[in-house]
């Protein structure tokens, strides 16, 4: 199966700051890549997929790039709401989910 | 708009079987043509999948569980159904139910049904 990198595991930055989380994957997945935010006691929420595809009602803060290996998700000013769990996940069967970024307040 | 509901047993003794349901409202299953998975989330873990299932019935599950694993549809009742047998207590998790419309990604989420194995 492909294993998901994700880092920082941890990410300690203050509101309107840049957050940007990197994934790798063990081996290529062209662009077939998603990214989600989870907030405690939640379900996760689809942010990105496609590597770079918003997903319906995502702000335009959000923003994901890459293919092959090597994927990032940014944040381009970090609002209050944003301070979450995030993970990468591809479809290649199995689908597998990196370990998660926790995006924390500084 | 469609909402997945899922529901299980919350409380299940080591070596018996697990069995959770979705239930889908807004849409109707076999008018939509998406891929309708479970994953589970281990406390304080990462996500795993563990299975889908199309309304045609065709299904594919992780290889890790495979064998303990079935997933079922009823389009009659508009039910994703996942039986999992023999469960310990790294089974212990919140199941989700999700939708998987071609995307390669789950765009829609139920909130969840937390399993404990315990005797």
């Known amino acids: 199966e492909i294993v998901l990198t994700q880092s920082p595991a941890t990410l300690s930055l203050s509101p309107g700051e840049k957050a940007t989380l990197s994934c790798r994957a063990s081996?290529?997945?062209?662009?077939?890549l998603a990214w989600y935010q989870q907030k405690p006691g939640q379900a996760p929420r689809l942010l990105i997929y496609?590597?770079?595809a918003r997903a319906t009602g995502v702000p335009a803060r959000f923003s994901g790039r890459g293919s092959g290996t090597d994927f990032t998700l940014t944040i381009s000013s970090l609002e209050p709401d944003d301070f979450a769990v995030y993970y990468c996940?591809?479809?290649?069967?199995?689908?597998?989910f990196g370990g998660g970024t926790k995006v924390e307040l500084k | 708009q469609v909402q997945l509901q899922e529901s299980g047993p919350g409380v299940v003794k080591p070596s018996e079987t697990l069995s959770l349901t979705c239930t889908v409202s807004?849409?109707?299953?076999?008018?939509?043509?998406?891929?309708w998975n479970w994953i589970r989330q281990r406390p304080g873990k990462g996500l795993e999948w563990l299975a889908y299932?199309?309304?045609?019935?065709?299904?594919n599950s992780n290889p890790s569980l495979m064998s303990r694993l079935k997933i079922s549809v009823d389009t009659s009742k508009n039910q994703v159904s996942l039986t999992l047998h023999s469960v310990t207590a790294a089974d212990t998790a919140t199941y989700y139910c999700?939708?998987?419309?071609?995307?390669?990604?789950?765009?829609?989420w139920g909130q969840g049904t937390a399993v404990i194995v315990s005797s």
């Open positions: 999700a939708r998987d419309p071609y995307l390669g990604a789950f765009d829609l």
């Open positions: 807004g849409a109707s299953i076999r008018g939509d043509d998406s891929h």
């Open positions: 299932i199309h309304y045609s019935g065709s299904s």
């Open positions: 081996e290529s997945i062209s662009s077939v």
């Open positions: 496609e590597s770079s």
């Open positions: 996940q591809q479809r290649s069967d199995p689908a597998t």
